[in-house]
């Protein structure tokens, strides 16, 4: 029966459709598609309509499946039938959006029938869509030719045992398929009862089947409603806009800090890569102590950190190492928003997943346990899945929050039940989790600068302003001033400001962090200080300066007698050599149960000598209780801290998800070409065989010449660099020099095209020449 073709379908479709959908279908434009039959021919195989399907929400899948039920892949099917199967309530008020979501996806369209036959059109779907949506559509079984006619069908039920009708009862519920082996004698079985007047069909020895028609009838009125669930309400909270933001902001705080703790944790001491790539078990317990976090935090952070560029694998032929790269000191000088920028964009496009650490690569208890950085944890549909997830939670209110994981998920399933399944729920779990560790979402609800990130264009390698503003008005205003304490601690009542942080971190350690940060003044901490030659007058106006409460005595008393101990010894290079006005003290040092190690020779009455480096000498003479202070040739103090290992950063590949939907420039530019190059299919036959055509060199140089004065497209057979051979139409501008000039038709832009690689040329007719 002639009908309505899906190449006809899609040439009757303006452009605007053609656009939704490739950006609906972005797999369909790559390759770009030369015409419309093979965009048709692309849009019908299953891999293709397998993931066109992932994208449908239940009632979409729900309208699908019940077309399929009708045989609408093989015959078109009147869209009266959704309301028989479903019932007059869906297919009034929810099966016209479903049809549209699947006609855009070109996954149905509407067959015209035979012309001859009026009542013949209806709804058609691709072939495909049979193999890759269910084995057993709407949960009913394979047809079958003997129960086609309903009147029989209804006198077969109508006597059938009500034990019998039970067994059948339970099969129409869904899956059609049951277990029941065929006796091998004795007395038929009700099953084999059943079988022997076709209600049920026998797949093997062991397994039975429910006839579609069976199915159908026992359900009775609107068979496949059942497919359609209820849309899952968000069970949400309202914790306030404000408690979001600025819990979501303390979180920001947090991140920074311990990510610069890692950077100089690894700075220090770079951790190895494994043979095998990514980090090992003991790395990654070791890192997690020194944050102050669980593995799973640590392992998330580490991800993080390499994504945004701050570490990277130093690629060393002997010993690989992952070692900070240079733009881990171009982020410590930014402001709390301009770092946490990159670090939130570097999670958003992940192509990873984290959450999979410390998990087996498969159910086998032998298989290798998941480790940080390795190539297992690669999932490049990752930043789609994580971006449904915070879109999901961008569509409540600013201030509301949903009530857990447990909700998200039970949404998404039904926005995209064929993306369900174990990992997609632990899925939204992670995301959850890791977007709260980001300070982009708190209480369970979206923060204001997470929705302005989710908001940016982050293709283009930046955010907008509003992220930064969004993130600035959320932190706490930066402070500058502690308050000490008698015990010799300093708390801060905000995030210090950055160069305040740094002359603290110096002079004191971190204790505790929270709401304030406290440090802790020891005099370890100050003889550090002193270190980096300080002087004690310096310590002094810093604690005076920077504290809201007096410096209390015992504060002033300690640095004092710190520094009057302090660089009474001075080291320089000789390899090293230890100075001191008090030769007492040089004989102290000589005798002191270590000092073997310190392999130190008298050279005067106050200088000592040592084949140690000075920094190893001055670390061993501290671990025995001197206070050494490292001296340079003018007598001044050095700061002999390591600056920590840094390799070259690499430039970070451009971000651009698996298949990402084209932008609109692109799929305008794509749909051009896809109608030129249908214009140049349809003509070809008649191109082809026209007088005005050309093999050989002199024929299509002078049809070309003909075609360029005369403003004439021209068809071109046409072989590039590489070899590969091709055919497109050309309005040919100018011919000479050995090159054809001339707009391309399927490119949309001027090309040239070397006349030795023309194979052959034609004039195009009715190709709508400009006048």
């Known amino acids: 029966m002639a009908g309505t073709s899906l190449l006809d379908w899609l040439r009757a479709r303006d ?44 009632v979409a899948l729900a309208v699908l499946e019940a077309l ?64 890759v949506t269910s084995r057993y559509p709407g949960g009913l079984g394979r047809g079958s030719a003997a129960l086609a006619d309903p009147a029989v069908l209804d006198d077969l039920l109508a006597d059938t045992p009500p034990e019998q009708r039970r067994m059948l009862d339970a099969l129409a519920d869904g899956p059609p398929i049951g277990r029941s082996r065929a006796p091998a004698g004795g007395p038929p079985s009700p099953v084999q009862r059943l079988v022997s007047r076709g209600l049920l069909l026998r797949v093997d020895p062991e397994t039975v089947e429910l006839p579609r028609e069976v199915g159908l009838a026992l359900r009775g009125p609107a068979p496949l409603a059942r497919l359609v669930a209820e849309e899952p309400e968000l069970v949400t909270a309202d914790p306030g806009r404000d408690r979001i933001d600025s819990t979501a902001a303390g979180a920001v705080l947090e991140l920074l800090r311990r990510v610069e703790t890692l950077i100089g944790s690894w700075s220090d001491a770079p951790p190895p890569v494994l043979r095998s790539g990514g980090l090992g078990v003991r790395e990654l317990r070791r890192t997690a102590r020194e944050l102050a976090v669980d593995p799973a935090e640590a392992a998330l952070l580490i ?193 210090l400001r950055a160069d305040v942080a740094e002359e603290f971190a110096l002079v004191a350690d971190l204790e505790s962090t929270g709401g304030a940060d406290v440090y802790r003044i020891t005099e370890a901490s100050i003889r550090r200080a002193l270190d980096t030659g300080r002087a004690a007058a310096e310590l002094h106006e810093l604690f005076a300066k920077r504290s809201i409460t007096p410096v209390p005595q015992g504060l002033s008393y300690l640095v004092d007698d710190v520094a009057r101990r302090h660089g009474r010894l001075r080291g320089g290079s ?152 091709s055919r497109r139409i050309v309005e040919p501008v100018s011919v000479g020099g050995g090159v054809l000039e001339g707009y391309d038709r399927a490119q949309g832009d001027l090309r040239r095209f070397m006349l030795h690689r023309i194979t052959s040329a034609a004039v195009v007719e009715g190709a709508g020449e400009p006048g």
């Open 303 to 495: 991800e993080v950190v390499v994504a945004a560029g701050l570490v990277a694998d130093s690629e060393s032929s002997s010993a690989p190492e992952w070692v900070p790269t240079t733009n881990a000191d171009l982020w410590r000088a930014g402001g709390p928003e301009q770092r946490w920028v990159p670090l939130a964009r570097a999670w958003l496009e992940l192509p990873r997943l984290p959450g999979l650490v410390g998990q087996r690569g498969s159910d086998n208890p032998a298989d290798k346990v998941l480790a940080p950085l390795s190539d297992e944890l690669r999932r490049p549909l990752a930043p789609r899945d994580r971006r449904r997830v915070l879109d999901l939670l961008a569509t409540l209110p600013p201030g509301r929050a949903v009530d857990g994981p447990d909700t998200l998920a039970a949404a998404l399933s039904w926005r995209a039940p064929r993306r369900g399944g174990r990992l997609r729920d632990e899925q939204v779990a992670w995301t959850l989790a890791e977007a709260t560790r980001l300070g982009i979402v708190a209480l369970n609800g979206l923060a204001g600068h997470g929705r302005a990130l989710l908001a940016a264009d982050l293709s283009v390698g930046g955010v907008s302003a509003s992220v930064l503003t969004a993130l600035r008005a959320a932190l706490p205003e930066p402070v500058d001033q502690v308050l000490l304490q008698a015990d010799l601690t300093a708390v801060a009542p905000g995030p």
């Open 15 to 58: 452009d605007a459709a053609l656009a939704t959908l490739l950006r609906l279908r972005p797999d369909l434009g790559v390759p770009a598609p030369p015409d419309l039959t093979v965009l048709a021919t692309r849009i019908g195989i299953r891999a293709s309509v397998n993931r066109a399907c992932e994208d449908l929400d239940t």
């Open 574 to 725: 000789a390899r090293a050599f230890l100075r001191a006005d008090d030769e007492v003290l040089l004989a102290e040092v000589l005798a002191h149960r270590s000092a073997e190690s310190f392999e130190l020779r008298r050279i005067a009455p106050t200088v000592l000598v040592s084949e140690l480096s000075l920094a190893d000498l001055l670390d061993r003479l501290r671990a025995a209780g001197f206070a050494p202070g490292a001296e340079a040739g003018d007598g001044t103090l050095l700061d002999l801290r390591p600056s920590g290992r840094r390799i070259p950063a690499r430039p970070r590949p451009a971000s651009r998800p698996a298949l990402a939907a084209p932008d609109e420039a692109h799929t305008a530019a794509l749909v051009a070409a896809i109608r030129a190059g249908d214009r140049a299919a349809v003509l070809r036959p008649r191109t082809l065989d026209h007088p005005h055509s050309g093999t050989n060199g002199a024929d299509t140089l002078q049809l070309l010449r003909d075609a360029a004065r005369q403003r004439r497209s021209v068809w071109i057979g046409y072989v590039n660099s590489l070899g590969v051979a």
């Open 68 to 131: 399929l039920v009708a045989g609408a892949y093989a015959e078109p099917v009147p869209a009266d039938e959704l309301g028989r199967l479903l019932g007059p309530e869906l297919a009034a008020f929810r099966v016209p959006a479903a049809l549209e979501q699947l006609r855009e996806r070109a996954l149905v369209w509407e067959d015209g029938g035979d012309p001859d036959d009026p009542d013949g059109g209806g709804l058609r779907v691709v072939p495909a869509a049979n193999e």
